[in-house]
């Protein structure tokens, strides 16, 4: 299973998209696995629908297209997988371009969703995704993540604790 992959395989996995133009995260999306969803994001899956919804049809990048054909959280909600069709929904809603997911499958998202945050230990060393550049977590690093699983990565890619432009935390400790 994707729980028993490596990092690297999931990172890659989060961002494919088969023949019919569906990602890992629609089908868990249409068949309400909320574990499955979490993991997906966590690693990356939304770089494909935050690619598509910028241009309808996707982007061309390096020759290919990135597109999915339905967004995850709509696919959830017409399954009738109310619950899961909201948390995708906040989940794609990241505020701003500094937390946009990376199409790049080395990198881990982050994200900006303070008023969920969680700490979290790195189990090994993560490549987080903000403003265009990379902040390098640790292995055995404490990191704040959110709802989702995500790094949450404040100013100047602050991470314990993500700081806002005023130099306070964004999370409670």
Same mark, same amino acid.
């Given at each position: 299973?994707?729980?028993?992959?490596?990092?690297?395989?999931? *990172?890659? $996995?989060?961002?494919?998209?088969?023949?019919?133009?569906?990602?890992?995260?629609?089908?868990?999306?249409?068949?309400?696995?909320?574990?499955?969803?979490? =993991? #997906? +994001?966590?690693?990356?899956?939304?770089?494909?629908?935050? @690619? /598509?919804? !910028?241009?309808?049809?996707?982007?061309?990048?390096?020759?290919?297209? *990135?597109? +999915? !054909?339905? %967004? /995850?959280?709509?696919?959830?909600? !017409?399954?009738?997988?109310?619950? *899961?069709?909201?948390?995708?929904? !906040?989940? @794609?809603?990241? &505020? /701003?371009?500094?937390? $946009?997911?990376? #199409?790049d499958p080395s990198l881990?998202?982050? /994200?900006?969703?303070?008023?969920?945050?969680?700490?979290a230990v790195a189990n &090994?060393?993560? $490549?987080?995704?903000?403003?265009? &550049? %990379?902040?390098?977590?640790?292995?055995?690093?404490?990191?704040?993540?959110?709802?989702?699983?995500?790094? =949450? +990565?404040?100013?100047?890619?602050?991470?314990?604790?993500? @700081?806002?432009?005023?130099?306070?935390?964004? %999370?409670?400790?």
């Amino acid at each position: 299973t994707m729980e028993e992959k490596g990092p690297a395989f999931r *990172l890659r $996995a989060a961002r494919t998209i088969d023949d019919d133009g569906c990602s890992l995260l629609t089908y868990a999306a249409k068949n309400g696995k909320q574990n499955r969803a979490v =993991l #997906l +994001v966590s690693h990356g899956a939304l770089a494909l629908e935050h @690619r /598509s919804a !910028k241009g309808r049809g996707g982007e061309e990048q390096g020759g290919e297209v *990135l597109a +999915v !054909k339905e %967004v /995850s959280d709509g696919c959830a909600a !017409k399954e009738g997988h109310e619950q *899961l069709a909201g948390l995708l929904k !906040k989940a @794609r809603n990241h &505020g /701003s371009d500094l937390w $946009a997911p990376p #199409l790049d499958p080395s990198l881990y998202p982050s /994200s900006s969703n303070w008023e969920s945050s969680s700490p979290a230990v790195a189990n &090994g060393d993560m $490549a987080v995704a903000y403003g265009g &550049g %990379v902040v390098n977590i640790g292995k055995g690093s404490k990191y704040w993540r959110d709802f989702m699983h995500r790094p =949450l +990565v404040g100013w100047h890619g602050t991470w314990n604790p993500p @700081r806002g432009m005023d130099g306070e935390s964004m %999370v409670t400790n």
